[in-house]
């Protein structure tokens, strides 16, 4: 058995722990239905330490196309534009109802369930988009750049600020964090991003990154889990 299809045997059986509560056609579900996703940007300690950036004041967002969705069994595939991709490894949150203006007390009530997702990010476009002040929806949202778990329900994860997030590439740890550890968590992210676009049933908020996004190579394999409930596996190759 080679590496990818090792991981797959013991992803299956660790993912029912998490996914009891989702049917098969509910588990994706969510990527086909979803209108956009969004991710927070530097919304863990650790991560705006080593850049040795300030502290957000405030949620700093971005879009991502949902183009940009593949689910397991999918090679995460490196566009020929860019030099530098690395992974990512968040919690991400799924709108269950469509809202606007929400008030932070009230954001629990439009979650619908939660995934486990990775922001696979262009380095090397993203550190040209900072320094000239440009977009960063190409590094943000090639083909391929979020791949996400199935459909977790607020059954499976009660609390999300207490979800513990790895990341493993070719089997070596390079990723581990706790959502407590978020800088603006899942409630001030659901108001303050309704503030100024409706969020829909379906559409995605990626939580943000802890410490230890480092760039991938065709043929490594990417693992990630929440502790030891739920792991997804991805493989990476080149555009061809
Ligand atoms: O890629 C980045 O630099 C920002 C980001 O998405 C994160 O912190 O999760
Ligand atoms: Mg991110």
Redesign the pocket.
Known sequence: MNLVSSFRVTAGIAYQKMALSSSASEKYDFVRKSRKIL??????MD?VRS?NVAVPAEP?L?LKPTSSYITEGNPIVIPKVFTKV?H?V?LGVIIGKQCKNVKKEEAFNYISGYCLAL?M?A?CN?ALARQNGHPWSLG?GFDTSTPVSGFISTNDIKDPHKVSLWLKVNGQLRQQGNTEDLIFKVDDLIAYSSKYMTLEPNDLI?T??PDG?LPVKAGDVIEAGIGDNLRIVFEVKDEV
């Open positions: 991710g927070a940007a530097l919304n863990y991560i850049r700093l971005f690395a990512e968040e922001d990010t380095q993203l943000k990626l943000g990154t996004a």
